[in-house]
């Protein structure tokens, strides 16, 4: 019974998510899910090889993902996404489990506490960035993070059991990640760091980490060698925002939110090196991995941009830091910690009733609004207009239902085809679009974050349209911050 009940929060959130999924039966992404299930056909159909779509990634993209087109054509021949949305859960909360492991090895010293690996787990999903690990099908970063943990906990054994094998796993995955996600090329980087400081500070194993060191820099400097000569459409951003000027400009004016995580990393960072120098080892010498990666990880994205879906894999690192800062004040004692896994419980289990629940039958909305595209072209073939700023569910729209959907900011009167048949397909994510001598009328469809309203000409309207729905707790909060 003592090693149920630390579990029992564990399952029961894995269990409604599992029985949510199957309720609201979520339909394909509107990010990438089109491209890639028309590079799967390509690939199923004969008219691509495996080698001509990496080629095509290389001298098109300038980018290398050979683990992400194998991910592609094993499941995107798949006609039930619910079933692939199953898959990468399941997969995700086992790599929670050895996350829950490595806590209670890193920081609590205690492999065998049963609710450390249960319960610290789930406060993950407190960063809300995380669940879009498992919310999109498509999202690469799940790569890093199922490659990357796995990796790491391989890191953690070869140094506990002075193993070369576990060295060589550790490596061989974090290079697993590297190939499905750029980004993922962080562990290499994070592997140099680590290595470097054991030689001079913690003196660990110095065999293991000259080895780690010099495989480590090899491949990084490879890998930037070989990605700077392949840069194409996607990658040019980091070609042309790779100055210093540029970095620190962009570092200096990242969010308040993205600030606060590298304030927590290097408090973190910095309090673990002091107890290090004054040969206070509480913790084992791997936790400094993990202040790292949000450091490493930021300056990664730098060149780019910072959408949710790209910080997701720092989720579990930025949660462990506030673990590490819990269990120093709290000198070691245990009872802080159970005090903020009660904590911990009651957040996931309000994140799951107010955030990841509405986003899986966000995911359902997505699919039933294709099907009523389907419908409505079929009865009466006419045009829909979506509205800025995301191209890419104006072309899933299209590509999923088969019918004429139009991409736009304004509708004109001059817009509008002959008939009745126009139509304003929209979600709570579109922005405002202009109707210029145009108006809705009856709306035709509503369900969820879309609505589809018949349009028609007005000679004098002006003015701007969009669909705002009610926000939920989180949703507010996430909102005050980002305008903060």
């Known amino acids: ?30 990010m990438d899910d089109l491209s890639c299930r028309q590079l799967a056909g390509f690939f199923w159909s004969g008219k691509a090889s495996f080698a001509s779509l990496i080629r095509e990634d290389i001298h098109v993209y300038g980018r290398f993902r050979p683990v992400y087109y194998v991910w592609i054509i094993s499941v995107y021949w798949c006609k039930y996404p619910l079933l692939i ?97 750029e980004t993922g090329i962080v562990f290499f980087i994070l592997y140099a760091m680590y290595a470097l400081l054991d030689l001079i500070l913690f003196k660990r194993n110095n065999y293991l980490s000259r080895i780690l060191i010099v495989v480590s820099l090899i491949i990084v400097v490879a890998y930037g060698v070989f990605i700077k000569r392949i840069i194409g459409m996607y990658t040019a951003s980091y070609k042309a925002n790779m100055s210093i000027g540029v970095l620190l400009g962009r570092f200096f004016m990242l969010s308040g939110v993205i600030k606060l995580i590298l304030a927590i990393s290097v408090i973190s960072f910095l309090i673990f090196i ?19 990666f949000i450091f490493v990880y930021t300056f990664l994205l730098l060149p780019w941009r910072f959408p949710a879906y790209l910080l997701a894999p720092m989720g579990p690192f930025i949660i462990i830091c506030v673990y590490f800062l819990v269990a120093r004040l709290a000198r070691q004692q245990f009872w802080p910690v159970q005090s903020l896994g009660i904590v911990i419980i009651a957040g996931a289990m309000l994140t799951l009733a107010l955030d990841i629940i509405p986003k899986i039958s966000k995911m359902a909305d997505k699919r039933k609004v294709v099907q009523e595209l389907r419908y409505l072209d079929q009865e ?105």
């Not at 879009?132 to 943990?149: D, H, L, P, R, W």
């Not at 002091?274 to 790292?292: E, M």
Request: hydrophobic share 50%; aromatic share 18%; no cysteine.
């Open 1 to 30: 019974m003592r090693k149920i009940l630390p579990a029992a929060p564990f399952i029961l959130f894995s269990l409604i998510v599992v029985v949510s999924f199957l309720f609201y039966a979520p339909g394909w992404g509107f």
């Open 380 to 484: 009466a073939r006419g045009q829909f207009f979506y509205p800025k700023p995301f191209e890419e569910t104006a072309d899933s729209l299209r590509g999923f239902s088969l019918a004429r959907v139009i991409y736009v900011d304004t509708i004109n009167a001059s817009s509008l085809g002959k008939g009745n048949n126009n139509y304003l397909v929209i979600n709570d994510e579109a922005g405002a679009v202009l109707l210029n001598g145009v108006d809705v009328g009856q709306q035709l469809y509503h369900s969820g974050t879309w609505g589809i309203w018949l349009l028609h000409k007005a000679a004098d309207v002006h003015k701007e349209f969009r669909l705002v729905l009610p926000q939920n707790i989180l949703q507010k909060i996430k909102n005050m911050i980002r305008r903060g």
């Open 85 to 181: 949305y199953l898959a990468v859960f399941l997969i995700g909360f086992y790599m929670l489990s050895l996350w829950g492991e490595l806590i209670n090895r890193i920081i609590f010293k205690d492999p065998a506490h049963d609710y450390v690996k249960w319960v610290l787990p789930l406060g993950f999903f407190l960063f809300p960035a995380f669940w879009n690990i498992f919310m999109y099908i498509s999202v690469q970063e799940k790569f890093i993070f199922a490659f990357g943990s796995l990796s790491l906990f391989s890191l953690f054994k070869s140094y506990e059991k002075e193993s070369l094998r576990h060295l060589v796993t550790a490596l061989v995955l974090a290079m697993f990640a590297a190939l499905g996600k």
């Open 274 to 292: 002091w107890d290090t120098l004054r040969g206070r080892k509480l913790y084992d010498s791997l936790f400094v991995v993990f202040p790292l």
